[in-house]
């Protein structure tokens, strides 16, 4: 969304169109806000919206207005009535006489989205604080040093995610959210409110600072522990007493921070006992913990995060391994199927189920009830699951010695479909970071050995986390589409949306309720035309020669971090045409790549057919189909047959429906050529990428499945280099802030190539993107000092040479050679995808890509992954692109031949 001004004399109007990053921060988009100037007479007065009386869209740009005789000196009296362009009722939006003397109808009439901050009626229930809970699985360190031996990973002695890294980087969060803290209108800052309890084996602890005998805070930790977490786990705490006002508070903040520094040193007394049990750490009791985290935010609503490094499998909604017996699951489609799907979605039928069975259908009615109860307390759930380490078998040196690089790595199950699903309908986001210091390399420029909480898996963690609670939000949303007459709303796509659909669509567009919206949040619909096809509705329906307009309005009603109900209106108008060939010619290819991919993901979860053949073979016919339609209704059916005829606007739509049915959502896991090899992608894996392409938008539709490749291995002179545009014309733009904007320095970007491995020299080294990771990879015959110009190995005295297999061993980090600058200054520009501003560029993203080493040839974790983002080399089950152009080539012949158009 732009930047939206309105240049009225704020002086002179009682409403007054605020830019709203002036009035909460962080909000990475300007819209006109329309509210009333603060007053002391009625600080709380907020405005009606004027809306039709009989359909109830909004006043809007494209409404026409009756004009009324006025006694007026001024010989002009304001407008009072507007037909409505929706239902085409003439009159039938009344605008008081003070709206329009103060500037809102001018407003609402020139801009296509403004906010109204309103009241009454729009408020049905107290607003949802800015508090933000994290449950923290605690793992001593010593557990982590022991199961870490270095075996098949690139540098075995430096340990993954642990405690000290997650309360790291809660405390870099809470010190982002303290500085970013949305003003007060009469001083200060507003209140944000952050809390950190832990939970390990079978018990929840939650510290909190005790208060004196005159209820006075003091600075001695207290900690209360739930210890019933497969019944009836809680909160056994007021929020208010274990959570801290760091945003307007001064005091708060202190006691916050030595809760953290406290912290480790209390759960290492709790659990000193613990240490030497057999199997006592491998308890997840993370069920318990959502469990509490909800509990706790039931009356203030407001953002949890659960922060895990395994499924829970313990006490309430514990998951068993569905992965259990490996391939052969994945040898049948019913199987597999079941392992991606949400136990939520499963059916359990039998009278008589086996062990296994039944918890499934315990932990699905556990995950059911939990979501539901967060959708209705205005809870958004999150996860991080930080599963970065590997089970290797229990094999000698010997026998690993004897496998040389084919060290068979296997990642624990995690249930990433269950998991995720509870964050689809909470709103919420599941992290999975499932790279750690085996094969990360730390990017920022600090001393990532002596400084706590700096290894790459640190930065990983903060920098997610700062993603979610950084982003501008809003909170207790309801999202409605309108259509003018002609055209209605025949679904969500995909079919079961973020949030939860309200009313059935019958009579009228269906609602969407969501606990949590933000600048990622991207909402399909599909639409159908109507019986009786498209009419006038403009000028209360009166016929002219032009073509009628279709007009779309969404409103998006939420409240603010600072706790102000506003609803956000666009309004959208389009002509219509009769004509095929200038549908095709104005299709945009993000927004058809998206509506594509949704809809694959709703043909696979279908209650009663969905499976991974049909959604492949859907995308396939789509595209058939649409490439059919241009070849017979525009002149392309004048050209040869023999020719593969493409509208200009759709020529990358079969590399991307190719790339969507190689993709690690659709792709076979197991190769026709070696059914007993390890599958991938796994069903974690699966379910991962499903959750994501759910709700993907259409700015990175096409790249998050065609990923970009870089050459950095011979490096123009300028690549790497930051570079000021030249400044525009002064007459170019009218907008001083759009030529601002342009003049923002940006890095000169490398020579591209095509993902093959054709086009991969072996002494060469790339940065393969994915939008999701980034893969540093690096050929098998480039030299030591080659590759060493861009990462920096930190070696400790237990890794002798600092190399194992030919694999640096060690703390990874981008170099502060030359290359390495030139490196990190590219990766920057790259996560920003060219966004205006660093607000926006933290959610421009699906996750914060993390940078990953793989060498080619000597055994590196990711390096089959790798190989399979190469999208243009065939496999088993897919052609090549060539070879997929002739096969749809085929298929439109066969359409048009039988004039089969859909």
């Known amino acids: 969304m732009g930047d939206i001004y309105n240049n009225a004399n704020e002086e002179s109007l009682d409403y007054v169109p605020l830019p709203q990053g002036t009035d909460e ?13 603060p007053s002391n007479v009625n600080p709380s007065r907020t405005i009606t919206p004027p809306r039709c009386n009989r359909c109830h869209a909004y006043l809007n740009p494209f409404c026409t207005s009756q004009h009324q ?22 009159n039938s939006i009344l605008i008081p006489d003070e709206y329009v003397a103060d500037g809102l109808v001018d407003a609402a009439t020139r801009y296509g989205t403004v906010e109204y901050e309103v009241g009454g009626a ?26 870490n031996d270095g075996r098949g990973h690139h540098h075995g002695s430096v340990k993954s995610f642990g ?16 500085d970013t803290s949305p003003p007060k209108e009469g001083g200060g800052r507003s209140s944000v409110k952050i809390g950190v309890f832990a939970y390990c084996q079978s018990m929840l602890v939650f510290p909190y600072v005790k208060r004196d005998a005159d209820d006075e805070p003091n600075m001695e930790i207290g900690v209360s522990i739930v210890s019933d977490v497969e019944e009836d786990p809680f909160c056994p705490l007021p929020l208010d007493a274990w959570t801290y006002d760091i945003g307007g508070n001064d005091m708060d903040w202190i006691r916050f921070c030595h809760v953290m520094d406290s912290f480790t040193e209390v759960m290492e007394m709790l659990t000193s006992d613990c240490s030497k049990k057999e199997n006592a750490w491998a308890r997840n009791c993370g069920g318990a913990a959502m469990v509490a985290l909800a509990d706790a935010l039931k009356d203030s609503g407001g953002r949890a995060t659960l922060i895990t490094t395994r499924r829970p499998n313990h006490g309430v909604g514990a998951l068993r391994d569905r992965e259990a017996g490996q391939q052969s699951h994945y040898l049948r489609t019913s199987s597999e199927q079941r392992l991606f799907s949400p136990l939520q979605r499963l059916t359990f039928t039998a009278t ?74 909470s709103c919420g986001k599941f992290k999975w970071l499932r790279v750690g210091n085996e094969c ?33 939000m809003g909170s207790d949303a309801v999202f409605k589409l309108r259509c003018s007459n002609g055209v209605q709303v025949k679904s969500y796509s995909p079919a079961l949306p973020f949030g939860t659909i309200i009313g059935d669509g019958i009579v009228d567009s269906a609602e969407l309720e969501l606990s949590s919206i933000d600048s990622s949040t991207a909402i399909a619909v599909l639409l159908e035309h109507k019986i009786g096809g498209v009419v006038h509705t403009r000028d209360g329906g009166k016929k002219t020669d032009a073509p009628p307009m279709v007009f779309f309005q969404s409103a998006v009603l939420y409240t603010t971090m600072t706790g102000r109900r506003r609803v956000r209106v666009s309004t959208l108008g389009l002509s219509t045409t009769k004509i095929a060939a200038d549908v095709f010619r104005s299709a945009d290819l993000g927004t058809v790549a998206t509506i594509i991919a949704r809809q694959a993901v709703s043909d696979l979860n279908r209650y009663d057919d969905g499976s991974l053949k049909l959604a492949r073979d859907n995308v396939f016919q789509q595209c058939v189909s649409i490439l059919a339609n241009y070849r017979l209704h525009t002149n392309a059916r004048t050209s040869p047959s023999g020719q593969l005829i493409l509208p200009e606007s759709l ?73 000021t545009p030249q400044v525009l014309q002064a007459n170019k733009f009218l907008d001083e802030d759009v030529i601002a904007a342009s003049l923002h320095p940006v890095s000169q970007l490398p020579k591209t190539t095509n993902p093959s491995m054709t086009c991969l020299d072996e002494s060469g080294v790339y ?102 983002l190469l999208i243009d080399d065939p496999d088993t089950h897919e052609k090549s692109y060539v070879d997929f152009l002739c096969t749809m080539h085929r298929a439109i012949r066969d359409k048009t031949a039988n004039a089969v158009v859909d």
Not at 25 to 37: A, F, G, N, Q
């Open 440 to 472: 990360g390399i730390a990017v920022n420029e600090t001393n990532y050995v002596t400084e706590r909480g700096c290894s790459f898996t640190g930065e990983q963690l903060r920098e997610e986390l700062k993603r979610s609670a950084l982003a501008y």
């Open 122 to 147: 729009y408020v049905v229930r107290n607003a949802v604080e800015n508090v933000r809970l994290y449950g923290v699985e605690y793992v001593p360190r010593s557990l982590l040093e022991e199961g």
């Open 69 to 90: 005789t006025s006694s007026s000196s001024w010989g002009y009296a304001p407008v009072q009535r507007y037909d409505c362009n929706f239902c085409g009722t003439k």
């Open 767 to 868: 940065i393969l993107d994915d939008r999701f990771a980034f893969y540093l990879f690096i050929g098998k015959d480039v030299p030591e000092e080659k590759w060493r110009d861009f990462i920096h190995v930190e070696t400790s005295q237990d890794d002798s040479g600092g190399m194992y297999n030919g694999v640096p061993v060690g703390s990874l980090s981008l170099a502060t050679t030359d290359g390495g600058h030139k490196l990190r200054s590219i990766l920057r520009q790259l996560k920003m995808m060219n966004a205006p501003n660093s607000t926006l560029a933290l959610n421009i993203r699906p996750t914060h890509p993390p940078l990953i080493l793989v060498f080619v040839g000597r055994g590196s974790v990711f390096e089959e992954e790798m190989d399979s």
């Open 352 to 425: 008589a189920l086996r062990p296994d069975e039944e918890r499934d259908r315990r932990a699905s009615i556990f995950y059911k009830k939990l979501g539901g109860d967060c959708a209705r307390w205005r809870v958004s759930m999150d996860i991080v699951v930080t599963s970065s380490l590997l089970k290797l078998p229990s094999l000698s040196m010997g026998q690993l010695s004897s496998l040389g690089t084919a060290v068979p790595n296997v990642r624990e199950f995690v249930d990433v479909a269950t998991l995720s699903e509870l964050c689809r309908v």
């Open 651 to 723: 020529q990358l739509l079969p590399l991307f429906c190719l790339s969507l049915r190689k993709s690690r959502m659709f792709r076979h896991s197991l190769q026709s050529n070696a059914p007993s090899a390890k599958p991938f992608p796994t069903a974690d894996e699966r379910a991962y990428h499903i959750f994501y392409a759910s709700i993907v938008s259409p700015n990175i539709a096409l790249q998050s499945l065609h990923p970009n490749v870089f050459q950095i291995s011979d490096m123009r002179t300028r690549d790497g280099d930051l570079i």
């Open 25 to 37: 921060t962080p909000d990475p988009e300007r819209i006109t806000v329309l509210r009333y100037k």
């Open 163 to 178: 405690w000290e890294e997650a309360l790291h980087a809660i405390r870099g969060v809470a010190e982002a959210l303290r």
